[in-house]
């Protein structure tokens, strides 16, 4: 594949699982400022070396990651400056490690509930990237504790709260003019904030954003009230939703218990295709997947069920979160970037490639993985 036979209609920046813990300069949090029953447990876990993989999402950030990300942002803006298409940030959730902060410390740091978006808002702002588009994850809406241990948690008024801070709504939309051609972002809600079971859990399921409808017929009408059918002309349509539509290995008990149900994702599957998506973005598993060494340029092929061929789910890992008892492996402190090419010759597909930045622990620094861009796939339906 040569570059004069493709032109790239948009690049996507793609971020998700930050787990900031964060004031809103920045500065890491003490651990005074979770729950009490929060700390006793965090403090029981490491005393008895208690390893599950459930507790990892107990832990925080990695400040030096997050430093790194900030400069790889910058870098990136750079670079975007000097290209004829639009580079965008995708957020998929979870920027926040324990959701919102606890009242009283929010007042004393400007009125902020959630330092950590704020902060990350910061960060953007200063890189100059101009479009963004981002939908919440299951941490986000936490209260500043393990949920099963914050009964009275207001889930559902933390995440109107957050709404309300970061300015959007169900099935919001960035649209985004390239030539002739329209590139769409939607969100969808994945977090059932009714449901204290399901948000301890970390279990997926379509809801409307902000409450009090959680219904997933309600969620998925949402969004194609928000999208209005299927697409006049030539449009990109992608979505964002924190938990991944395809559930990918690896699994197991422990797995299928706290990451890897999607309720209703073969109704969202559903839905998508008949409104002419070809892109979705997720998180929430701190996996990248397809696997980072997956190349469609090699012969490989993918199967994404319940999602039908016409669409192609890209879920990124953390960049900053310490990977706790799974161990550094390819699939962490990592991003990715996306870009979605034309073909000169055909008129009806999408090429998209992913170029995945892997944080070097020796030199603090986020550097591009060997090997550059990977061909994901070569024949998304335009």
């Known amino acids: 594949m040569t570059s004069d036979e ?13 787990h900031l813990f964060v004031s809103s300069d920045g500065s890491t949090r003490p651990p005074s400022e979770l729950t009490a029953l929060t700390r006793l447990l965090r403090s029981g876990l490491g005393r008895f070396g208690v390893t599950e993989p459930w507790a990892d999402g107990l832990g925080v950030h990695n400040s030096y990651a997050v430093d790194a990300l900030s400069d790889a942002l910058d870098a990136l803006s750079d670079r975007a400056r000097s290209e004829p298409h639009p580079t965008v940030v995708a957020l998929t959730g979870d920027v926040e490690a324990m959701g919102r902060r606890l009242p009283v410390l929010a007042r004393a740091d400007r009125g902020m509930p959630f330092p950590g978006y704020e902060f990350l808002r910061s ?44 300015e959007w709504s ?50 998925i009408a949402g969004l194609e009230s928000a999208v209005g059918g299927a697409p006049d002309g030539d449009a990109i349509r992608i979505l964002l939703v924190h938990h991944p539509l395809h559930d ?40 990248t997947d397809p696997a980072p060494d997956f190349d469609a340029s090699n012969g490989q092929r993918v199967e994404q069920s319940p999602l039908l061929p016409s669409v192609f789910q890209l879920c990124a890992s953390s960049p900053t979160q310490s990977p706790g008892s799974n161990g550094i492996d390819e ?14 010759q055909s008129t009806n597909s999408l090429v998209l490639r992913r170029l995945m930045f892997i944080y070097s622990d020796v030199d603090r620094v986020f550097l591009p993985a060997d090997g550059g861009y990977k061909i994901l796939s070569t024949d998304l339906a335009f």
């Open 170 to 219: 169900h099935g919001a939309c960035v649209a985004i003019e390239v030539g002739q051609t329209r590139v769409e972002f939607y969100q969808l809600s994945s977090i059932p904030t009714t449901s204290l079971t399901l948000a301890a859990a970390a279990t997926g399921r379509p809801s409307c954003y902000p409450p009090p409808d959680d219904s997933i017929e309600s969620a």
């Open 331 to 344: 699939h962490s402190y990592s991003f990715s970037k996306y870009e979605v090419l034309a073909s000169e």
């Open 248 to 287: 990918f290995p690896p699994g197991g008990l422990g797995h299928r218990w706290t990451t890897g149900r999607h309720i209703g994702a073969d109704k969202v599957a559903e839905a998508i295709e008949r409104l002419g998506f070809q892109i979705v973005l997720t998180g929430h598993r701190h996996r």
């Open 6 to 18: 493709f032109t790239t209609l948009v690049s996507v920046v793609h971020l998700t699982d930050l």
């Open 123 to 166: 960060v953007l702002d200063q890189s100059g990237i101009r479009w963004r588009a981002l939908v919440h994850g299951n941490h986000d809406v936490w209260s500043s504790g393990w949920p099963l241990l914050t009964p009275n948690a207001d889930f559902a008024g933390n995440a109107e709260d957050l709404a309300e801070v970061l």
